[in-house]
């Protein structure tokens, strides 16, 4: 493409799983203010100290003055601040490159999902790594420490909280993870140069009030982004009461284990110093009195609908996930696939795009990662060889019986989907055959439950992927497609490719399975967004994507 002064614009393929680019070839995308290249890069502005994304809308700075950034942490760790124009947090997710070490993938998931909670000494020692190694694995990927950019992801959540909601600022701290008030204004001060008030019009008013309601963040995407289809495959393979499209919006009941700080809203109510907006020292001894919970669950529920004006979703969350923000915006990242480069894509598969009618080439096509991975694979047993639309009245029907009812401000949202605990039960499968789930089926819902609770498998991103489908594959009842099927969407993975699918096989008439998987090598690492497209063009929403009843192991529909 070429920007506005006529300067070529370099591919944002350029970007994916390499180095930053030359300073030139930042300096062309930043001048082209492409969307595209939204958090792909971050440039500092040296004569004011700031930082922005390539999409700011304020004046061009000169090009002696710019350095360029991989990342928000490291343009931080360079001593610079967010620019309040563009908003750094907002912006989308860079992918790692998929030859990324996998401890450095799963230590940085870690830190995204339980800023408010992790330490990098209990990271690393949950990797089996000494610190010393984990900070040395991930200086060379994302050229900062592990601390570092915890702090940017904790720093960067609160400037969106106090931006974006009217959460009192002492109930911001504690959401994003720090252990005191004290510590906040301290961060703040130090890396923004500011008090945590400057980011908030009505400092005063918003810490003062107690927020009972649900507050609305926002989350960044690269275009072309086709929101819609998204709701159509989440609308047709939604759990009766635990999931709805309504409105044009996807909400769902919300189920999380364990936390970081829970905090008694009495004591939120203590204002802000009145001459620099800090906060008072009282109120940091009173919530410091709060401790730290144990492994609990906690129920709530979500909502998110598009902002296509400003490339970007809006999550509304209830108030009793608060607790647990860092790990709700991860997961409805991954669910949303918000971190999708669409251009890398795009160029990709365009062997498949050269093989399939046009219908099935769909720019802007996502892959829907799930919210919660046990949830899904449980709605894909129970999917096997049936329709699309009645795995999921068995799956409300499971959940109903397994799970926990809650009332919730959306007549459609009625349950919490259940935990693999309640799987665990001695009499758990009888239960699932009283509710209609045949035998082998509920046999392997809760085999699976108990691999998940011996730590056996995962069903996350960032897990060895070898491993867990060896695993996966191992248990009765789950097949080769059930396998691909979950890799798709419980580990994000990009390149799964479910060869016996109804979907793909018709889409290339004549073709064994055998055949299907060689000829998909060439849309590597991009085969799950090819079968995305498949099931996304125009199609039977009724028809099943299970197998025949002569398969070996049965199938679950897509």
Not at 35 to 53: H, P
Request: aromatic share 8%; with cysteine; hydrophobic share 45%.
């Amino acid at each position: 493409m070429v920007d506005r002064q006529g300067e070529e614009v370099v591919s944002s393929v350029a970007f994916m799983g390499a180095m930053l680019p030359d300073d030139d070839t930042c300096w062309a995308a930043l001048r082209a203010h492409d969307a595209r290249f939204d958090g792909l890069f971050f440039v500092g502005v040296r004569s004011t100290g700031i930082y922005c994304r390539a999409v700011c809308p304020a004046k061009m700075p000169k090009r002696e003055n710019c350095t360029f950034f991989r990342s928000a942490a490291q343009a931080e760790a360079a001593g610079f601040r967010p620019c309040l124009k563009c908003r750094p947090e907002l912006a989308p997710g860079a992918p790692l490159a998929s030859d990324t070490d996998q401890v450095v993938q799963r230590a940085a998931a870690i830190i995204r999902e339980h800023a408010g909670s992790c330490r990098v000494a209990d990271i690393s020692s949950q990797l089996g790594l000494s610190e010393r190694q984990l900070r040395r694995l991930f200086e060379r990927t994302f050229g900062v420490t592990p601390t570092a950019y915890r702090t940017t992801c904790r720093l960067l959540l609160a400037k969106s909280l106090l931006t974006d909601t009217d959460l009192p600022v002492t109930r911001v701290a504690y959401a994003c993870g720090f252990s005191s008030v004290r510590r906040f204004n301290d961060a703040f001060l130090e890396n923004y140069r500011m008090p945590p008030s400057r980011f908030r019009a009505k400092a005063a008013e918003g810490a003062t009030r107690v927020c009972a309601g649900p507050i609305v963040l926002h989350i960044g995407y690269r275009p072309p982004y086709r929101f819609d289809l998204l709701l159509d495959f989440l609308r047709l393979r939604s759990i009766a009461g635990v999931e709805a499209v309504e409105g044009g919006a996807y909400m769902r009941t919300v189920r999380l284990s364990g936390s970081s700080y829970v905090l008694d809203p009495a004591r939120e109510t203590a204002p802000l110093a009145p001459d620099d907006g800090l906060l008072s020292l009282a109120c940091e001894a009173s919530l410091s009195q709060v401790g730290e919970v144990g492994a609990r669950s906690r129920i709530g529920w979500i909502k998110v609908a598009d902002d296509p004006t400003r490339n970007r979703l809006a999550l509304t969350v209830s108030p009793e996930l608060f607790g647990d923000l860092p790990l709700v915006v991860a997961r409805v990242r991954r669910l949303f696939d918000a971190d999708c480069l669409p251009a890398v894509v795009e160029a990709g598969l365009a062997d498949f795009h050269a093989r399939v009618p046009a219908a099935s080439r769909i720019p802007g096509i996502r892959l829907p990662c799930s919210f919660d991975g046990f949830e899904m694979a449980v709605r894909a047993i129970l999917g096997q060889q049936v329709t699309v639309k009645a795995a999921g009245t068995m799956a409300g029907r499971v959940a109903a019986a397994f799970g926990t009812p809650m009332q919730t401000p959306h007549a459609a949202l009625t349950t919490a989907f259940p935990s693999p605990a309640a799987f665990c039960a001695p009499d758990a499968a009888e239960r699932l055959g009283q509710l209609g789930v045949i035998a082998q089926r509920a046999r392997a819902i809760c085999t699976l439950a108990r691999s998940l609770c011996s730590g056996e498998v995962t069903l996350k991103p960032g897990a060895d992927l070898e491993a867990e489908a060896r695993a996966l594959a191992a248990i009765p009842g789950i097949g080769d497609w059930t396998v691909q099927y979950l890799l798709m969407r419980a580990y994000g993975h990009p390149d799964a490719f479910p060869a016996t699918d109804l979907g793909v096989k018709n889409a290339f008439p004549g073709l064994k399975p055998r055949e299907l998987a060689r000829l998909s090598e060439a849309w590597s690492p991009w085969r799950s967004y090819a079968v995305m497209s498949l099931w996304s063009a125009p199609h039977d929403p009724a028809a099943s994507t299970g197998e025949p009843d002569a398969v070996k192991r049965s199938l679950p529909s897509a």
